[in-house]
């Protein structure tokens, strides 16, 4: 009777598409974080598009600042620039 061979992998034996297929599970995980991020800015931006210039600028913004924030969100998360613009406008005393 012949005795049946078992195979058992080593873990520096793992499958060439092993690091593949992490890396494109990573890239799925970034891709997934960055479109979540680009719709909670479209909604907050659709929110303070709403705003009254009074309600702008109790939170320290004005209408130019969120038109040139949004305008710029090609380069990255325009709630930093926002964030940046009205740290700028309270230093300056503007309202």
Do not use: C, W
Request: proline share 3%; aromatic share 2%.
């Amino acid at each position: 009777m012949a005795q049946s061979a078992t195979v058992s992998r080593s873990p520096a034996a793992k499958s060439p598409l092993a690091g593949l297929t992490s890396y494109a599970t990573r890239i799925l995980v970034l891709g997934v974080g960055a479109m979540r991020l680009r719709a909670r800015n479209r909604r907050a931006a659709r929110i303070l598009a709403e705003m009254t210039p009074e309600q702008l600028a109790d939170i320290g913004l004005t209408r130019h600042d969120l038109a040139a924030s949004i305008r710029a969100e090609s380069q990255g998360d325009f709630t930093r620039e926002l964030a940046r613009r009205a740290r700028l406008n309270a230093q300056s005393g503007l309202r």
